[in-house]
């Protein structure tokens, strides 16, 4: 096969969801009719020795949530399809971000209950500035719901586009009867149970309106008549519209009982994007100029958008998830890390089944692989064959609460050291060290972030750390035109001054004012809410 021929096998999409909408569940079910997995994981039964196939990470089986993305791949229907399940939790939302830079159609999972949640939102906010094309699917159908009407007047308006209904409920909850699919004009009749295969649902088709009536009664006419009201409501389906991220596909079912989930993979092949070309900084003679790297281009490019410590505890080692962006991965080739301009010599190069790791024999545009590394990569950067390119894009928020890291036993700062630089390498927290001296700041979006990190530096690095408040409660990266300019303020604020994970300088405020009166007494620096990846390309609008 060629390159292009290739990368059109290719679907590389997140699953996006408030937490407990049953995104991981969903998850397991999509890799489970794939093949992908033989046994899908209990996510309820978490004292049970199964745990969801996409949660690795211990805390995770503790509490029973998502806090890390986790990358699966699988093949369907001469597809290989790239699933990256992201952390429904908020105080995660740093780590689905910059996953959302990595795909290309998203799958919005949203609890038929509670409709559009406070985190869906921030998530479809991530996905409408990127103009990603979005699936949604209606989940748990079998519970007592809203209406299907009210849901999706609500998501067309918490989305700010129009849904197109693909499949259609017929009754909720105990009198749940199953599905009617609008394309096949059948009806899939619902039966619980979490073993069911696709195959072993009955579809009657809807000419058969007598049969499907004597069976399920006024709960098939109030279908078909709110069906009706639906998609009289709905424009007509445009495939050009999804792709453009201004028309959502609506599909219904119940994932933990593996019903309604076969539509949804069937939805991801025949309607989700193939990998689109990506833009990107070629340097010509010392000079940025922009350049659009195509997928099916020969030249192999790709960008890192997750560093993973420790996900093999014996070996402590380090991965790189790279999204592949151009061109063919084979094994041993040779590969630059751009912003350093060094060979990249990754130990093993692996995709990712589920939780099985197997080496990669060749990789295309749109798929993700791992590499194992020592260091030398960091979140953003750009690992092409040779090209001087550069993908821009990669976020990191300031953060909006701090913590002073003291450690237990001094004798282990060799460890607290190694741990903080991965730890803020991989983006779990961010880590600032005081100009000034002192001890370590993290700073987070959310407060699970801080016990995460707590409960990784025990048991990852064997480093007992207690986390104690401090004065500061923002930060803003700082650049000025001129050197001299910067030195006068580095000067006047000592103490305030700290260098992140990426060495990159940024200022500590202990209230919003402390911005403002900084700004006006230094009119000429800039300070920076929002820095993309490596201490490059800081941007976002002073404030």
Same mark, same amino acid.
């Given at each position: 096969m060629t390159y292009a021929q290739e990368t059109r096998r290719r679907r590389t999409f997140a699953i996006i969801s408030h937490p407990d909408a049953?995104?991981?569940?969903?998850?397991?079910?999509?890799?489970?009719?794939?093949?992908?997995?033989?046994?899908?994981?209990?996510?309820k039964a978490r004292k049970a020795s199964r745990h969801a196939t996409s949660d690795w990470m211990e805390i995770e089986k503790q509490r029973g949530i998502s806090v890390a993305s986790s990358v699966m791949q699988m093949a369907y229907r001469d597809h290989v399809i790239n699933l990256l399940d992201t952390p429904g939790h908020k105080d995660f939302s740093e780590d689905t971000y910059r996953v959302l830079t990595a795909v290309d159609s998203a799958l919005m999972v949203i609890d038929a209950a509670n409709g559009v949640e406070a985190q869906t939102r921030r998530l479809i906010e991530v996905c409408r500035q990127r103009d990603t094309p979005i699936i949604t699917f209606v989940n748990k159908m079998d519970r007592e719901v809203r209406e299907p009407l009210d849901l999706l007047d609500e998501v067309e308006r918490e989305l700010g586009m129009p849904c197109v209904p693909m499949t259609w409920p017929v009754g909720q909850g105990k009198s749940f009867g199953g599905i009617i699919n609008l394309r096949t004009q059948a009806m899939t009749v619902f039966e619980a149970g979490s073993e069911r295969r696709p195959q072993d649902f009955e579809t009657i088709p809807l000419s058969e309106s007598a049969a499907l009536r004597a069976r399920f009664g006024s709960a098939f006419d109030d279908a078909l008549e709110s069906m009706e009201l639906a998609v009289g409501a709905s424009p007509a389906w445009s495939h050009e519209a999804f792709l453009a991220g201004r028309q959502t596909p609506v599909f219904f079912g119940s994932g933990v009982n593996n019903f309604g989930v076969m539509e949804v993979l069937d939805a991801l092949v025949d309607l989700a994007p193939p990998p689109r070309p990506r833009v990107s900084t070629l340097?010509?003679?010392?000079?940025?100029?922009?350049?659009?790297?195509?997928?099916?281009?020969?030249?192999?490019? &790709?960008?890192?958008? /997750? =560093? @993973?410590?420790?996900?093999?505890a014996n070996h402590r080692d380090r991965i790189a998830f790279v999204r592949v962006a151009s061109g063919?991965?084979?094994? &041993?080739?040779?590969? /630059? =890390? @751009?912003r350093t301009a060094k060979e990249l010599r990754p130990t093993s190069v692996v995709t990712f089944m589920s939780q099985r790791r197997e080496a990669v024999q060749e990789a295309y545009a749109g798929d993700i692989i791992g590499f194992t590394t020592h260091g030398g990569v960091q979140l953003g950067d750009t690992i092409t064959d040779g090209a001087n390119l550069q993908f821009t894009g990669l976020p990191f928020f300031a953060p909006e609460m701090f913590m002073t890291v003291v450690l237990k036993n001094p004798l282990r700062a060799k460890q607290l050291q190694q741990g903080l630089a991965q730890l803020g390498e991989e983006g779990a927290i961010q880590v600032f060290k005081p100009d000034a001296g002192g001890n370590m700041l993290l700073g987070a979006i959310g407060q699970l972030q801080f016990e995460v990190v707590q409960h990784r530096l025990k048991t990852e690095y064997d480093c007992d750390v207690r986390l104690e408040g401090c004065q500061y409660t923002g930060a803003r990266w700082i650049t000025a035109d001129d050197p001299a300019d910067l030195r006068a303020f580095t000067d006047a604020y000592p103490m305030r001054m700290a260098h992140d994970a990426a060495d990159t300088l940024a200022y500590l405020c202990t209230s919003p004012y402390d911005v403002r009166l900084a700004q006006e007494r230094f009119p000429k620096i800039q300070f920076h809410p929002l820095r993309e990846h490596a201490g490059l390309a800081l941007q976002g609008s002073p404030s």
């Open positions: 049953g995104k991981t569940t969903l998850t397991e079910k999509l890799l489970l009719f794939s093949g992908a997995i033989q046994i899908a994981g209990s996510v340097i010509v003679n010392r000079q940025p100029q922009e350049k659009t790297v195509n997928p099916e281009d020969a030249g192999f490019a &790709g960008v890192v958008f /997750k =560093v @993973q410590a420790n996900m093999d063919k991965y084979t094994p &041993g080739m040779k590969m /630059k =890390v @751009q």
